[in-house]
């Protein structure tokens, strides 16, 4: 499974959509957008509504060649339902081991939510290969400082939660050891204009891709 993680990591950009709250009729429009700019790691919440259906829907479309996939995964059920769906990439907040162990076995891109040494721990002894450190901005820099010192070296790391298109600030991330970030509300947010959409997308890979050749 390390070798999927790793090779999709390396191979497209770091950084997941989160679509939080969209509308299934709109879902096919913003995410052909997000592909154009480069975007791969797409994430329908499943707290958002219909969301199944707008996971089946974006699958059926761009997964041969993107990774669409739920979050707010925090249960077994959750996550046969979307799998069910065509989920590939599935995001948690929490750490839930038999979530974990599932989503292995059925091959999918997995971020499992973390916040104190102990999830972290917990989540690595389960399969899990990459954390989402969440809330990041309530973690902050010195707490993630914190925990990155003692994980393997393996462990890929994505800060959720508060990013911002500060560059200042995504480079004190990427200079911490980050591998990519989540991207929020600072992304999408119901009721976004798409011209408006497309500008924060694109102003978050000029920005990864600026800080990327800086290290």
Same mark, same amino acid.
């Given at each position: 499974?390390?070798?999927? *993680?790793?090779?999709?990591? $390396? @191979?497209?950009?770091?950084?997941?959509?989160? +679509?939080?709250?969209?509308?299934?009729?709109?879902?096919?429009?913003?995410?052909?957008?997000?592909?154009?700019?480069?975007?791969?790691?797409?994430?329908?919440?499943?707290?958002?509504?219909?969301? +199944? /259906?707008?996971? $089946?829907? #974006?699958?059926?479309?761009?997964?041969?060649? =993107? =990774?669409?996939?739920?979050?707010?995964?925090?249960?077994? !059920?959750?996550?046969?339902?979307?799998?069910?769906?065509?989920? /590939?990439?599935?995001?948690?907040?929490?750490?839930?081991? /038999?979530?974990? /162990?599932?989503?292995?076995?059925?091959? =999918?891109?997995?971020?499992?939510?973390?916040?104190?040494?102990?999830?972290?721990? @917990? !989540?690595?002894?389960?399969?899990?290969?990459? #954390?989402?450190?969440?809330?990041?901005?309530?973690?902050?820099?010195?707490?993630? $400082?914190?925990?990155?010192?003692?994980?393997?070296?393996?462990?890929? =790391?994505?800060?959720?939660?508060?990013? %911002?298109?500060? @560059?200042?600030?995504?480079?004190?991330?990427?200079?911490?050891?980050?591998?990519?970030?989540?991207?929020?509300?600072?992304? *999408?947010?119901?009721?976004?204009?798409?011209?408006?959409?497309?500008?924060?997308?694109?102003?978050?890979?000029?920005?990864?891709?600026?800080?990327?050749?800086? %290290?």
């Amino acid at each position: 499974m390390k070798n999927i *993680y790793y090779e999709l990591v $390396k @191979s497209h950009l770091p950084l997941v959509a989160i +679509l939080r709250g969209i509308k299934t009729e709109e879902a096919i429009e913003y995410v052909s957008k997000l592909i154009e700019l480069g975007y791969f790691f797409i994430e329908v919440p499943l707290n958002s509504p219909n969301a +199944l /259906q707008t996971i $089946k829907i #974006l699958s059926n479309k761009f997964g041969s060649y =993107c =990774c669409i996939g739920a979050g707010t995964v925090t249960n077994l !059920a959750l996550l046969i339902g979307a799998l069910n769906s065509g989920a /590939q990439l599935i995001v948690t907040p929490n750490v839930n081991l /038999q979530v974990i /162990q599932e989503a292995n076995k059925n091959d =999918c891109v997995l971020f499992t939510g973390v916040m104190t040494p102990s999830e972290a721990f @917990s !989540a690595i002894d389960a399969g899990a290969k990459i #954390l989402k450190f969440f809330p990041a901005d309530v973690l902050g820099f010195n707490g993630f $400082k914190a925990i990155k010192s003692i994980l393997p070296p393996d462990i890929l =790391c994505f800060p959720v939660g508060g990013i %911002t298109a500060d @560059s200042e600030k995504i480079n004190k991330y990427v200079e911490l050891g980050v591998n990519g970030f989540g991207l929020g509300n600072s992304l *999408y947010y119901p009721g976004i204009e798409l011209h408006d959409f497309i500008n924060g997308a694109k102003e978050f890979v000029d920005i990864w891709n600026s800080v990327k050749r800086l %290290t």
